[in-house]
């Protein structure tokens, strides 16, 4: 369509809103296409806030033969049922071929799923678990600041989704961070999937966002004049700035509208057949039901390109500890951090670097301290809001950003479960730093001991799990975490942990020690029980295996540090004492003993196993009194062991 890009007039031409009107027309007819096709999708919504797509997408720069050009704006499309809308926009703006969203919306193995996903070129953020969209928005709003682009950011709402908490937590971000690059759209159409906003949920939206600090602005929705005017209005204004879209659900079509049920249900043959009539829209239903059958094959999309930032890797520049002063894991993971951002500003000697650090009001307990104190303008204090951080964090590291999310386990890891998934579902490239893990929290009691993060986090397709056993491991994986693509979680405990020394009472990770992901950590080598243990309890599993030694018996312990990819040769090895034991400090259920047991009876190797874990929620007290109570004591191995080998 021939328009010109930007918002640098005062208004539409007589022209352009009479090309902008046939655009939307026909658009509201590929919705009505697409989902009678799939008899399935979500017309209402889409036909409510196609006006506003046609205006961000025609209007903002970004570029069907460019889709992923680093300059582009951001839309984020926050209610992503609206697929639709989203799909018949693009496509009739040249992303790619409207025809094949139209007969492969919502098919096995099709591009074009119910929800925006960002394998579509113009997608920026997968969503569809509502309330997300506007903490991806915030994200990509920080990116332009770390990264010095210019670009905007919108994100586009159901009004709906407003009562979620999330949305609540981005607003206050958003403004805190002065994000004045951030434009949000609201289509305010009165309705949800149970009947009106009014009955299901009240919300007060325009106030909701006032008080947090944004500017509003209202508009008629379907005006197309007064949505890029609004949009011209808010580049001016210096805060974020919040549009608020009066529309009409099913819009365009009259038997449609104002109908709660067209929110998530598609049209009949013979009703879309009426519904494009009153479009003015080609009828031509009967002959894409008649393509569609045919299977044709989809044709090539553009292809998103990765875009992450990592470090160069150099194990010779960790940091040793000693047993002369034993220190935390957590203390060495932010001693590790800072000197990583450090050497990195010494090398490049630029001032701004690419990395970002996010706390939730913990940065005493998680040691990013020192980062913060260096690197103020790339520290990110959230407040108590580990949603809205979860999301923020992993679509920034998504924008060449080193990303760092550090909070404890129950807050990193099991209040925000949904929204890792979501980081891992868009490819994300975060770093999630969880202190304070397991029974070792001690004191704090049940409430704070996650005992399950590695069950959750193992769960999620794309998240490797490292457990350092000291110190200086914990330096190297910290080091290692930002020189790889992808998720990790890096999991530590709260206690001071004692050097682990070898044989010869040398540091055993010290300076010749180079971590491998997936290898198990020989740390004694015995041939009677092969002991494995993780993260935190190899300091205890070593007092058990020495009580073994004085008794007699020969054990091997190995460390596990990566139980999501455990190496099935290092099981193999182990198994041929004839006796393995796991003792962690992870629910016995879902932690390492679990995954062990499967790899042994997946791979044929046969070998007695039992496992010791946390059978339950345990109390207040300090760690050594409560691994007592849990049974996973150096003593209670010992005696395990006794016991199986009589």
């Given at each position: ?191 949800q999937i149970g009947g009106k906003i009014s009955e299901v949920m009240p919300d007060n939206i325009k106030e909701n966002f006032e008080a947090d ?301 180079e971590f491998k992901y997936g290898k198990m950590d020989i740390v004694r080598k015995g041939r009677d029980v092969a002991v494995i243990s993780a ?112």
């Amino acid at each position: 369509m021939n328009i010109k890009k930007g918002f640098d007039r005062e208004s539409l031409s007589k022209q352009e809103i009479e090309l902008l009107s046939d655009f939307t027309k026909k658009c509201r007819g590929d919705i009505l296409r697409m989902t009678t096709l799939a008899a399935s999708g979500h017309p209402g919504g889409s036909m409510s806030s196609i006006d506003i797509y046609s205006i961000l997408y025609g209007f903002c720069n970004v570029f069907p033969d460019d889709p992923f050009n680093a300059n582009r704006d951001r839309i984020v499309i926050s209610h992503g049922h609206t697929t639709p809308g989203v799909y018949s926009a693009l496509g009739n703006y040249g992303f790619f071929d409207t025809e094949d969203a139209i007969l492969h919306f919502r098919t096995a193995g099709s591009h074009f799923e119910g929800h925006v996903e960002k394998t579509i070129p113009g997608v920026e953020w997968n969503t569809g678990n509502l309330g997300q969209g506007l903490s991806a928005a915030c994200g990509f709003a920080l990116n332009s600041r770390l990264n010095n682009l210019n670009y905007n950011v919108y994100c586009v709402m159901g009004d709906g989704e407003q009562t979620k908490g999330q949305i609540g937590e981005a607003r206050r971000f958003a403004v805190k961070y002065k994000l004045n690059n951030l434009t949000v759209i609201v289509d305010k159409n009165g309705l949800q999937i149970g009947g009106k906003i009014s009955e299901v949920m009240p919300d007060n939206i325009k106030e909701n966002f006032e008080a947090d600090g944004f500017d509003i602005i209202e508009i008629d929705g379907h005006n197309l004049n007064e949505i890029y005017s609004a949009i011209k209005k808010a580049h001016s204004i210096d805060s974020p700035v919040a549009i608020i879209a009066n529309t009409i659900m099913g819009k365009g079509v009259s038997f449609m509208e104002n109908q709660a049920k067209y929110h998530g249900a598609a049209l009949s043959i013979d009703d879309c057949k009426k519904g494009l009539a009153e479009l003015n829209e080609p009828e031509n239903i009967d002959a894409l039901i008649n393509k569609k059958n045919l299977k044709q094959s989809l044709k090539p999309i553009k292809e998103r390109k990765e875009n992450f930032f990592v470090l160069e890797h150099n194990y010779n520049d960790g940091i040793s500890y000693t047993r002369e002063k034993n220190t935390d894991n957590r203390s060495a993971f932010g001693n590790a951090l800072y000197d990583m951002a450090k050497k990195y500003q010494e090398k490049t000697a630029l001032k701004n670097i690419p990395f970002a650090v996010f706390d939730c009001d913990l940065e005493g307990s998680v040691k990013t301290g020192a980062f913060r104190k260096a690197f103020p303008d790339n520290f990110f204090e959230s407040g108590i809001q580990e949603h809205n951080t979860a999301v923020i964090s992993g679509s920034l590291s998504t924008e060449n950003i080193l990303t760092f999310f550090a909070d404890f386990g129950v807050f990193g890891v099991d209040e925000v479960y949904n929204q890792q998934r979501l980081n891992d579902i868009n490819s994300s490239n975060l770093k999630v730093v969880c202190t304070h893990c397991g029974i070792d929290v001690g004191e704090d009691g049940k409430t704070h001991q996650c005992i399950d993060y590695f069950g959750l986090l193992n769960s999620i397709f794309g998240f490797k799990v490292i457990l350092p056993a000291d110190p200086n491991q914990t330096d190297r994986v910290t080091r290692y975490i930002a020189s790889k693509k992808g998720n990790f979680g890096l999991i530590m405990g709260r206690s001071i942990i004692p050097v682990i020394l070898d044989e010869k009472g040398n540091p055993f990770f010290g300076s010749g020690y180079e971590f491998k992901y997936g290898k198990m950590d020989i740390v004694r080598k015995g041939r009677d029980v092969a002991v494995i243990s993780a993260g935190n309890m190899l300091p205890h599993a070593l007092k058990g295996c020495e009580m073994l030694e004085k008794n007699g018996i020969s054990p091997m312990l190995l460390n596990v540090s990566c139980p999501s990819d455990i190496d099935v040769d290092d099981l193999r090895l182990a198994a041929k004492t004839g006796l393995i034991i796991t003792i962690e400090d992870h629910n016995v259920k879902t932690g390492l003993g679990t995954a062990i047991g499967s790899l042994l009876a997946e791979n044929g190797i046969s070998t007695k196993f039992k496992k010791m874990g946390a059978r339950f929620y345990s109390s207040s007290g300090k760690p050594e009194d409560l691994y007592k109570m849990a049974g996973l004591s150096p003593e209670d191995l010992f005696g395990l062991v006794k016991k199986e080998l009589q």
